[in-house]
């Protein structure tokens, strides 16, 4: 071969070898464009059924796997929300989608794992996908994202690739009015008894605190006038939902009340008849003027007071830093309370334990109904995991939350007419008629206890407490404060606290006396 | 030694079209062409899945939740077991606390497909532990419940049992002797 001849052909291997190697990496870099762009590979692709609930006819709708390894199927941004029948929001620029669920903006970005709302940011396992012109969202949103953003209920079927939506249990039915000549009576109807409390501090609202509720806020929303309201907004919250109710500037005072056996709370707001020419209005800011409330309801008398030392005998408690046992710190707080409490204004103290004996939580319950309780206080100290956690919580029963079969008992209850006859009482649900009492007691311990030593204030908690279930009388469980915590725990070991615990819980439960006497039996 | 050019040239030219026809095959064939699709059939006892575990906030106010991924089955029990073995396992991140008692561990699961009733079987551990306080009873049911009620959305009650019979309490506080309803937990 003669020397031109090898180099045409050095030159022609050259050419031959360079350009397969940018037409190849060309290709590559296309490739990973449109993967990342409109043209997304489909890897599978399915057809499943969604039925959306709430009447509505079931859709089919197709999904596919998109982002391998992963075998997550993925459902077109359009499709769901034509599933969950929301409002949806794509802004190309950015590459979002917006969804409207409730009063939740839910927004999913494509490339993106996370689904973020007002409310949380949740991870999801595999990213959004931009595929065929529109973010494509992976099955996972329905399961585990969903059921916490919204009130709807989820069940996916992976066997048959059926998608069922239904509305989660609430607790709250809804609202009703109902008009009179110089009042508005506002109706919250509850599917079961709900503890609340009413908010009468600001100005021109009243906030309803529902404690244990699970609403679907949407529902309880109200932006029209209707007589005397002038809106409703409500909100739900971990362990309660609050209502705010905006008044009409006419109102002069309220009433609250339930009624139908707690399955109704009323809140009726009255404005005064005009007899005389009315003073004409100064200009200028107007005086903050909280209304005038009248606490309706069942009149209690606060005679008998049973004071329950937490744990005891055989059972230790929690086990302080240092040592300090539940039982003995709760014994000597409950002494110094009868001590402090016995014989003022006639209040009689009874204890469900004066030693370090075992009691049984049901004892303790049966003890206090056969002494004729008005009044049960359970009083513990708290304890954690950690060290971190302090401060002060109180306690009363959520009847919703403790039973399997209560709602079955209920009917039973209603249904046999042994109610009428016997007057008979399913235990379990004795505690409910006196829901309304002990989350006002629960309210005057905490806000005592938090101010007077100056405790963190963790609020007021609902749980289903063996010790509170099937106490005739208002009950409630105080955590005084946290034994894990090093802090704290010197304080729990000291008679002195011991003392100005007793103190401030005398204190409350002074108040509530007074203000369960002052209530005013009236029906509606 | 001298190998002939010609060889060279066809091992050259042999690559060349090789690697042309791996770049076509790879990247331009596959693209856009439907047919290709295949109708795959959902997870199943091989697949994987996604879950998530509540466990406590470091000073018992919320929970934190993580994410693991566990073997899919389609026995529920035994995605049940994987699930709270993993709960006891306790969180990977510094903000969140494990939510039980020292030494507790499963000894069974039991599903009751009828009324849709899980039975958690737990050793003795969970109730002789160090236990006590409020925070720390509540906390332990709301993570474990929560969990159950996002991950198996299904299960509409939790019976918990402790070396195979029910108690009255974990801790002296939450009442345990009836099935809880893991949605009311959420």
Redesign the interface.
């Given at each position: 071969?003669t020397n031109r001849g090898?180099s045409t052909?050095r030159s022609a291997?050259g050419v031959?070898?360079i350009l397969?190697?940018v037409?190849?990496l060309l290709?590559?870099s296309?490739?990973r464009l449109?993967a990342q762009d409109s043209?997304q590979?489909?890897?599978?692709?399915?057809s499943a059924r969604i039925n959306p609930g709430e009447g509505r006819p079931s859709m089919t709708v197709t999904l596919k796997?998109l982002s391998p390894p992963s075998?997550e199927?993925y459902i077109a941004g359009s499709d769901l929300a034509d599933a969950l029948q929301v409002g949806r929001f794509w802004r190309a620029d950015v590459r979002k989608l917006v969804l409207r669920l409730d009063d939740l903006r839910v927004t999913f970005t494509a490339g993106a794992r996370s689904v973020v709302s007002e409310k949380s940011t949740?991870?999801l396992?595999t990213p959004v996908v931009f595929h065929q012109g529109e973010p494509w969202i992976p099955m996972?949103f329905f399961?585990?994202v969903l059921?916490?953003l919204s009130d709807k209920?989820?069940?996916w079927n992976?066997?048959d690739?059926t998608l069922n939506l239904g509305v989660?249990?609430t607790n709250v039915e809804g609202l009703s009015f109902e008009q009179g000549d110089l009042y508005t009576q506002l109706v919250v109807k509850l599917n079961t008894p709900l503890a609340f409390r009413v908010d009468d501090s600001q100005p021109r609202q009243l906030i309803v605190k529902l404690y244990g509720a699970?609403i679907s806020p949407g529902a309880l929303t109200v932006t029209q006038p209707r007589g005397l309201v002038d809106s409703v907004e409500a909100r739900q919250y971990?362990d309660y939902a609050l209502l705010t109710v905006h008044l009409s500037e006419l109102v002069s005072r309220y009433q609250s009340l339930s009624r139908a056996d707690g399955r109704e709370i009323v809140l009726k707001v009255m404005q005064e008849p005009i007899t005389t020419i009315p003073e004409p209005v100064p200009r200028g800011p107007k005086i903050v003027q909280t209304l005038p409330s009248t606490e309706v309801g069942r009149k209690i008398t606060v005679r008998r007071v049973i004071i329950d030392a937490?744990?005891g005998g055989a059972?230790?408690?929690?086990?302080g830093v240092g040592g300090l046992l539940?039982k003995d710190v709760s014994l000597a707080i409950a002494l110094e309370l009868k001590r402090e409490l016995q014989g003022k204004d006639g209040i009689e103290v009874f204890l469900t334990r004066d030693d370090d004996s075992t009691v049984g939580?049901i004892e303790r319950t049966e003890f206090a109904n056969q002494q004729r309780g008005d009044l049960f206080l359970s009083i513990?100290?708290?304890?954690?995991?950690?060290p971190?956690?302090?401060g002060v919580?109180t306690?009363f029963l959520s009847p919703?939350?403790?039973?399997?079969?209560s709602t079955v008992a209920r009917e039973e209850n209603l249904t046999t007419g042994v109610a009428e006859d016997v007057d008979f009482i399913v235990w379990d649900l004795v505690q409910n008629q006196f829901i309304q009492e002990s989350a006002t007691l629960a309210e005057e311990v905490q806000e005592g206890l938090s101010s007077d030593l100056k405790l963190d204030n963790?609020g007021v908690?609902q749980?289903?407490?063996?010790?509170l279930?099937g106490a005739y009388m208002p009950a409630i469980?105080v955590?005084v404060a946290?034994?894990?915590n090093p802090q704290e725990a010197k304080l729990l070991a000291s008679r002195d606290f011991h003392r100005r615990v007793a103190h401030s819980l005398a204190r409350a439960i002074l108040k509530f006396r007074d203000r369960m006497e002052a209530v005013r039996e009236e029906k509606p | 030694m001298k190998i002939p050019r010609r060889i060279v040239t066809t091992i050259m030219a042999v690559l060349i079209v090789g690697a042309v026809a791996f770049v076509w095959e790879e990247f331009f064939h596959h693209r856009g062409s439907p047919e290709d699709l295949e109708v795959t059939e959902p997870l199943n006892e091989q697949g994987m899945r996604s879950v998530t575990l509540y466990f406590g906030g470091r000073n018992a106010e919320g929970f934190v939740s993580e994410r693991r991924i566990i073997t899919a089955s389609l026995h529920r029990d035994e995605e049940v077991q994987a699930v709270v073995e993993e709960l006891l396992q306790g969180p990977k991140s510094a903000s969140a606390v494990r939510t039980w008692p020292e030494g507790t561990a499963l000894r069974d699961v039991f599903y009751d497909d009828d009324l849709h009733l899980l039975y958690l079987d737990f050793n003795t551990a969970l109730v002789s532990g160090d236990t006590g306080g409020s925070a720390m009873e509540t906390m332990t049911l709301g993570a474990l419940l929560r969990t159950i009620a996002v991950d198996f959305p299904e299960v509409d009650g939790v019976q918990i049992l402790v070396n195979g019979l029910e108690v009255e309490t974990l801790a002296g506080h939450i009442d345990c002797t009836k099935p809880f309803r893991p949605r009311e937990w959420l």
């Open positions: 071969m090898r052909l291997l031959g070898l397969p190697l037409v190849g290709a590559i296309s490739s449109a043209a590979k489909e890897f599978a692709a399915r796997q075998e199927w949740i991870l396992r996972e399961t585990s059921p916490q209920s989820v069940r992976a066997d690739f989660r249990m699970r971990s937490g744990h059972d230790d408690g929690k086990k539940e939580l513990h100290c708290n304890g954690w995991y950690a971190d956690a302090k919580e306690y919703a939350k403790t039973q399997w079969d963790r908690k749980a289903g407490f063996r010790v279930v469980l955590e946290f034994l894990s | -």
